[in-house]
């Protein structure tokens, strides 16, 4: 189906271990983002992407790597788990061409850092 | 650097009443303004947007939100609610220039509890 799918969907893992949140969008759009949502924080943005081999980082980047090789990929990286990662990831896309602001999201991952 | 206030965490409402969902911003350029919609288990969906012209934008679902620059905020309304309208509600802002206008910055959250 065309869109944009995170996986995996929910992931425990324990501190210190490295954990890897993909994400894939099917509309070759050229921006791609990863926000984490906490309880009382909203939606804050970890990196973002305007193409492919280009990326930036956002407000809460500490203790994440980003990559994409690929434009329809961005695979989100924690090389050394904490608890304080313990969040929901959304990965998100927008083309430049389109409306501005207009983010499409997928459905999230959940991670739990024990 | 852009900021987002969202004010009111939980709005309980009943249904059919009227309801407001706050928002102001903080930005030293000009900005979009957004307000986005996340339902139960799902990602964000986009409400409405404010992007230029008329300050009054409406949402196909009856939401409107008005851009009021002297307040720097955009509330968000709707004269009667229905129970699919419970969700959390998330206002947001980007500057208004080439590259970073799909850049945003969210607030908080609003969660909109409405019953019977």
């Known amino acids: 189906d065309a869109g944009i799918t995170q996986s995996p969907r929910y992931k425990i893992t324990e501190t210190g271990r490295q954990v890897t949140l993909m994400c894939h969008q099917t509309?070759?759009?050229?921006?791609m983002f990863w926000y984490r949502q906490d309880l009382g924080h909203g939606l804050r943005l970890i990196y973002y992407?305007?193409?492919?081999?280009?990326?930036d980082k956002g407000e809460v980047p500490d203790g994440y790597v980003v990559s994409r090789s690929k434009t329809e990929n961005f695979p989100l990286t924690l090389e050394s788990a904490t608890r304080s990662q313990t969040s929901v990831y959304f990965c998100?896309?927008?083309?430049?061409?389109?409306?501005?602001?207009?983010?499409?999201f997928g459905e999230g991952s959940r991670l739990t850092v024990l | 650097a852009q900021s987002v206030t969202q004010l009111d965490s939980q709005v309980p409402v009943f249904e059919e009443a009227p309801v407001e969902l706050r928002c102001n911003y903080s930005?030293?350029?000009?900005?979009?303004l957004f307000w986005y919609v996340q339902y139960p288990n799902q990602g964000l969906q986009l409400l409405l947007k404010?992007?230029?012209?008329?300050?009054l934008v409406e949402s196909i679902n009856g939401f409107e939100a008005e851009f009021n620059k002297s307040q720097t905020s955009f509330h968000l309304r709707k004269p009667s609610v229905h129970i699919s309208d419970t969700a959390e509600y998330f206002c947001a802002v980007s500057a208004r220039r080439t590259g970073t206008a799909s850049k945003l910055t969210f607030g908080t959250g609003t969660r909109l509890q409405v019953t019977l």
């Open positions: 509309w070759s759009h050229s921006y």
């Open positions: 404010y992007l230029s012209g008329s300050t």
């Open positions: 930005s030293s350029v000009s900005v979009y």
């Open positions: 998100a896309s927008s083309d430049s061409s389109g409306s501005p602001g207009e983010l499409f």
């Open positions: 992407s305007a193409a492919a081999d280009i990326t």
